[in-house]
């Protein structure tokens, strides 16, 4: 029997797993997809938002500018990449100026420390690349950028090093209260828990449905991206994004943590809440934008694009309640989310205790996990003592990001393992490169299959039918 | 720091080639660093035939190419270095890298060759719209996991790009028993070879769809089709003309990209047409003492000109690392479009060149002419060039007197 259940292997879920697994709980985390971070957590902007969007007095304000306070020692704890660069929101007339103003003031009431509207010499100092076109723009300094399919990784195995079990591939099909306990069903599993934290996402309403909660609904909305190559990562330094109009946010263009160049999102509400395609008019249309907003966009070093799916709730705010007892929903949990998931965890934690469970500390709880970036950004004395120890460190598999066979077989067997090609993807940056795995996915699928003891052919890109090779050629059969 | 007369990054056929020619003229002191964990490069997993005919005389595969040069590095105790991936080059010539061994090393080296081949464009780089399921690879990504670890990709595939790797494997997928069920080329000609075309396309009934894309990607985990359409003039794609193809695999053959990243490290010029550096005829980059051949020059479709580029880098590293010269001169060569690119770019001293080029569109009878201000310096007729197949055309010492510009134009007849 677990104490606390967390429906979603998404930063929401992995946030409060790690959280709660610094007190004396059992804890599981179930996912239905193959790995964790398989949802909004791995395609999204990026960015630890300041907190000047939000309306003054939402939740979505108060868990923002507190989450990404804490985010920066997080951060530190868990080895995952953060960087402060700041945030720039370019205003190109008088009536984006009176927007920027605005934001500035709700900017000011929600707590955010250092925002200011700065003049056109001021920017163009700050980056020179922008649009000669741009007028103004308000400046956060405390808006960051972080990876966050790693702050998802890292916070789950995080609470998995302090005892929490994590089941994949169990996709949650029906809630049973049993009066003092839930039973939770899988099409194949049960688990019995206490409590039952739904993070669901995209799907926390269907969760919600479950245990007789129809009080709000979420639908999808979709967000494209091009990113382009490492040679493009300081076009420009902060975050800048265009003056939002009632189409919403608009298109950014930001340096990610590892160096790349990211632009977008797009916005469009669509029905299909499985549906991450992007589409021709979309990337046209981050084209498009990104080119207005900065000078000299180069569209011809993108190395990939991506869809994102918000969870947009019904209701307008982040729907953090406990609808009967021992359930608590953490839903519509669109953007700032991943901003403010760790506020989110510390909030909830606040609302079970408030709700009667007994919380003691664990004390043998470690809020650390060693960086997976380490050896990447080792000097060479350092690396040359490492590979004295393990000499595959010294042997490169992703000729593009320079990742050795030692950091690949170190990330295929620290908590939560990967078992598939884009799993050792977003835990080392082996195949994220300007190749894209062209040549060392052959390599990669040889050491999984050879961890995992399964046959070659059996690997997949991202678990189901998602297979790499379907077969032996007839000569390797014969 | 080890000091070394020259170190060649990469051990395919230029590196391997190049390190022979040095060897000839006479330095011993020679370092090949190979990421790979053996000699040959991309010819190991080619193992069709039709490599070596001007160069041997004789159709041999890639692997047995490669042989060629790897059995003479071998008797001539040229030292090399497998499972080495070079991490970083200065201009000072200071090469860091790193392998299982040796852990992370640097050495100082008086030449430097650059012979690391290219990558292949990904999908990416297309931004293709659709789904992103399991089943699309690059051609030769998938050639590594049939050639080489004896791995079938899949059953029913369709080929984006004529370049000769999406020919080879269209082929070699057939003969493995998939389908292939279209060769898509957005351009209305091919990028590869003309024979293989014929041997690989039509000996087996493949469709080449010239003018034709993928516009979708369809599959949520394994590729399920794509829709691919006819573009216009304009390469737009015209919706009237999208029509569905199932399959479960999608091999892109759309480009090859030198692999200058080091280059870039040691402040080498690059040429915005061929991604590769910019060189004078002994292949030497603006960089002294850095020279660079073969793919990671400009991309060869036949080894044979590959190893004749090695040839001349490898001598020019050797005359260099000796502190020989010849007549100097400076002649600047341009040309006019038409003609994408020349290599060298630029010509530093008198003697014997041959200068290579690729053009930029299918032309018939054809007159090639470089020029100097009014003077034609030298001339060659061809009655068909294809942006496919390389073009060259060979000057004699005598012809560079008293000029300081060459341009070369292509007339139509
Ligand atoms: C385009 C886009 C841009 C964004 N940009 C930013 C930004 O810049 N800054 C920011 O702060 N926020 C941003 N966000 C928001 C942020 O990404 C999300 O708020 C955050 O990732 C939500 O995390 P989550 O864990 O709730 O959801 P998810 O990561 O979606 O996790 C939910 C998990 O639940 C699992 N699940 C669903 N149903 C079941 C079931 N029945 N059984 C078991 N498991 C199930 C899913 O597989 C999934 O892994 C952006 C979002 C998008 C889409
Ligand atoms: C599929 C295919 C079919 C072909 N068909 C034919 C044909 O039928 N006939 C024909 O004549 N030609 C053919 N070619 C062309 C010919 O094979 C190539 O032009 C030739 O192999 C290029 O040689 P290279 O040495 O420049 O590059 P490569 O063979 O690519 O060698 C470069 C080497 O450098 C190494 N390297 C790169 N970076 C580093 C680093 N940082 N550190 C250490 N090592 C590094 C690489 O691992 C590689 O081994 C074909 C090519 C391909 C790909």
Known sequence: MYDITVIGGGVVGGMIARTLSSYRLKICILEKAHDVAMGASSANSAIVHAGFDAAEGSLKARLNVRGSEMMKDICRELGVKYQNNGSLVIGFDEDDRATVEALCRRGIANGVKGVRVIDREELRALEPNISDDAICALYAPTGSIVCPYELTIASIGNAMDNGADLYLDFKVTDIRDDGDHFTVFSDREQIKTKYVINAAGLFSDAIARMVGDDSFTVHARRGEYILLDKECGTLVHHTIFRTPSKMGKGILVSPTVDGNLLTGPTSFDIEDKTDKSTTADGLSLVIKQSGENIDGVPFGKSITSFCGLRAVGSTGDFIINMPRSRFVNVAGIESPGLSSAPAIAEYVAQLLANSGLAMEPNPDFDPHREAMHGFREASIEEKNAIIQKDSAYGHIICRCESVSEGEILRAIRTNPRPRDLDGVKRRTRAQMGRCQGGFCSPYIVELLANEMNVPYESITKFGGASRINVGKTKEAEA | ?413
């Open chain 2, 1 to 413: 720091m080890r000091q070394i007369n020259l170190v060649i990054i990469g051990g395919g056929p230029a590196g391997m080639g190049a390190a022979l020619a040095a060897y000839d003229a006479g330095v011993r002191d020679i370092l090949i660093l190979e990421r790979d964990s053996a000699l040959g490069g991309i010819l190991q997993q080619c193992i069709h035939n039709g490599f070596g005919l001007h160069r041997f005389g004789e159709e041999l595969t890639g692997p047995e190419y490669a042989w060629r040069y790897e059995k003479l590095v071998r008797e001539k105790n040229i030292p090399f270095l497998l499972d080495t991936m070079v991490l970083d080059i200065t201009s000072d010539k200071v090469i860091t890298a790193t392998n299982a061994t040796d852990g992370v090393f640097q050495l100082q080296a008086k030449a430097v060759i650059l012979a690391m081949g290219c990558r292949e464009r990904a999908r990416g780089a297309l931004n293709i719209a659709g789904t992103r399921p399991a089943g699309i690879y690059s051609a030769g990504t998938a050639q590594k996991y049939v050639n080489l670890k004896g791995y079938m990709p899949g059953k029913n595939v369709v080929i984006l790009g004529s370049g000769d790797i999406g020919l080879i494997m269209a082929r070699r997928m057939t003969l493995e028993g998939a389908k292939v069920h279209a060769v898509c080329e957005l351009m209305p000609y091919s990028g590869g070879l003309a024979r293989n075309i014929e041997q690989c396309l039509n000996d087996f009934n493949i469709p080449l769809k010239l003018s034709h894309t993928v516009v979708e990607i369809h599959g949520k985990e394994r590729l399920e089709g794509v829709t691919i359409a006819r573009v216009d003039e304009h390469r737009r794609p015209i919706p009237e003309t999208r029509e569905y193809i199932p399959c479960d695999t999608l091999l892109l053959s759309v480009g090859l990209i030198p692999e200058n990243e080091l280059s870039k490290t040691a402040s080498v010029t690059l040429d915005r047409v061929t991604n590769g550096a910019v060189v004078d005829q002994d292949r030497q980059t603006e960089v002294e003492g850095i020279f660079a051949c073969g793919n990671v020059l400009h991309v060869h479709d036949l080894v044979d000109f590959v190893s004749e580029e090695a040839d001349i880098a490898g001598k020019s590293a050797a005359a260099y690392i000796f502190g020989e010269n010849t007549e100097c001169t400076d002649i600047a060569l341009s040309t006019d479009g038409k003609i994408r690119y020349t290599v060298p770019q630029r010509i530093t001293h008198k003697k014997d060149v041959t200068v290579y080029f690729r053009v930029a569109d299918v032309y018939r009878n054809v007159t090639i002419k470089g020029t100097s201000g009014e003077r034609v310096i030298c001339q060659k007729k061809k009655p068909r060039v294809a942006p496919g197949e390389m073009e060259s055309l060979t000057l004699k010492a005598d012809l560079l007197t008293g000029i300081d510009t060459l341009h070369f134009a292509l007339e139509e007849r």
